[in-house]
């Protein structure tokens, strides 16, 4: 019969010893030269550019057709400088919203939850926040961005877009009683008093209900 001895130590695999020390100072090397490149890329593409003033004000125009004229409204509890739009002529479902200037967009989603509130069943279940929406930054640490859309925007992020140009379909999705456009102007991160055509809204708190009649001058022939 054959007697197999064994000593009762387990054997150390190779790869468990440690490595010797000239590879771990490289590999300490390496991991400090990563983080200083960590940092130095957050201070040049984080940092510089939140200290850099926003561009001026871009000629921004109504996001509806041409030629039409809607009520521009805020209400209280609504929020500071967020303007609804509602068509003062003919149905406000599926009327086609454009970008109130050229830009890239940067949001086309779902914010919140959609609910259940389409031109068949205007009462159904309220949705959250804003349904679909679409952000448009214009360069200059402008931005704007659009509420309650009827469908999946018809843009997608990345795309540019021109002046004009049809980002969606007004709806009532999100957190909306009737269909109508939420639509906000931001510069630096901050909503402001949304302008068009170079004209201020009025629209400056929610304190109280206020209405202005505004006619589209979004009339551009699409300049990227
Ligand atoms: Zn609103």
Known sequence: MLWTVTTGQPTTPRSHR??????????????VAAVLAAVVYVAAVVVVPLLRP??????FQLPVACGETWQLGTYPGHDDYDVDLFPTEGEAWGRPVLASYAGTVTVAGINGSLGGRTPENPNGPRGRGGGYWVKIDHGGKWETQYLHLLEPPLVRVGQRVAQGEQIGRLGS??????????????????????YFDGVPSGITHDDTEYTVRRTSNNCASGQR
């Open 18 to 31: 440690r490595a010797p020390r000239r590879i771990r100072r490289a590999v300490l090397i390496g991991v």
């Open 173 to 194: 999705t999100g957190n909306s009683g009737a269909p109508h456009l939420h639509y906000e102007q931001r510069r630096g991160w901050e909503k402001v008093e949304s």
């Open 54 to 59: 926003a561009g001026p004000r871009p000629l």
